[in-house]
């Protein structure tokens, strides 16, 4: 079992930054074959993964948070982060944490977004 613990939601107004942070538990090996992902909800559409980072550093984002967002993995921490810059109110969402080990999914237990014009 995989358990993942979000940090870094809150509010900001619009063009700011937050950092999200996602410590996830596991064995060495468990890392290793480890891709994260960053999942967003916004009220009345479905949850989108915005961002993705492989084991071994490939990252991936949706068009609309490319450019703005990062995703970055520490692997001897066991975290992975989403930098977040010039956040709009359309990003406004909560945003979960997700780690895939082959079929399996885990996921944390969201943090809201909120980002005020």
């Known amino acids: 079992q995989v358990q993942l613990v979000e940090s870094g939601g809150g509010f900001v107004q619009s063009g700011g930054s937050l950092r999200l942070s996602c410590a996830a538990s596991g064995s060495p090996a468990m890392m290793k074959i480890m891709t994260m992902g960053w999942y967003r909800q916004a009220p009345g559409k479905p949850r989108e993964l915005i961002a993705s980072i492989t084991h071994d550093g490939i990252a991936d984002y949706v068009d609309l948070v490319r450019g703005r967002f990062t995703i970055s993995r520490d692997s001897p921490k066991n975290t992975v982060y989403l930098q977040m810059n010039s956040l709009k109110p359309e990003d406004t969402a909560i945003y979960y944490c997700?780690?895939?080990?082959?079929?399996?999914?885990?996921w944390g237990q969201g943090t809201q977004v909120t980002v005020s014009s």
């Open positions: 997700n780690a895939r080990i082959l079929t399996q999914n885990f």
